[in-house]
């Protein structure tokens, strides 16, 4: 991944508007913004062409692997159905996760806590 591309992705620390991830989506999809999150730390990683080049942001900003899971936001969306837990990224057999999807409730929970604290217009 260029520098350039790299610049496009952000980490988001504290809550960002629902104009903001719209601006994201625009430039990678248009309607799906692919992200990912560290559970440990509570920030996300937003943008990118797959998961893992918010992945790589994360883990340059000392992330822990264990620690980062993918989602998809789709900002034209209100609620449950405007995320997603989907990523290759995901597949972890060794910490119990054998599919694509977040299949640990607990889990999943945390990850949406954290989407929604930082992404709060999303209505989650």
Same mark, same amino acid.
């Given at each position: 991944?260029?520098?350039?591309?790299?610049?496009?992705?952000?980490?988001?620390?504290?809550?960002?508007?629902?104009?903001?991830?719209?601006?994201?989506?625009?430039?990678?999809?248009?309607?799906?913004?692919? +992200?990912?999150?560290?559970?440990?730390?509570?920030?996300?990683?937003? +943008?990118?062409?797959?998961?893992?080049?918010?992945?790589?942001?994360?883990?340059?900003?000392?992330?822990?692997? %264990?620690?980062?899971?993918?989602?998809?936001?789709?900002?034209?969306?209100?609620?449950?159905?405007?995320? %997603?837990?989907?990523?290759?990224?995901?597949?972890?057999?060794?910490?119990?996760?054998?599919?694509? %999807?977040?299949?640990?409730?607990?889990?999943? +929970?945390?990850?949406?806590?954290?989407?929604?604290?930082?992404?709060?217009?999303?209505?989650?």
């Amino acid at each position: 991944m260029a520098d350039m591309e790299r610049n496009n992705i952000k980490i988001v620390r504290d809550a960002i508007s629902l104009q903001d991830v719209r601006k994201i989506a625009e430039h990678w999809y248009g309607t799906i913004v692919k +992200g990912v999150v560290d559970v440990k730390r509570k920030v996300i990683a937003l +943008g990118g062409e797959w998961h893992m080049d918010a992945n790589v942001v994360l883990l340059a900003d000392g992330s822990a692997h %264990e620690d980062l899971w993918g989602f998809n936001i789709y900002p034209d969306e209100r609620g449950d159905i405007a995320l %997603e837990y989907v990523s290759l990224i995901n597949i972890r057999p060794a910490q119990g996760n054998r599919s694509m %999807e977040i299949e640990d409730a607990k889990l999943r +929970g945390s990850v949406k806590e954290i989407v929604k604290t930082l992404i709060p217009d999303l209505g989650l």
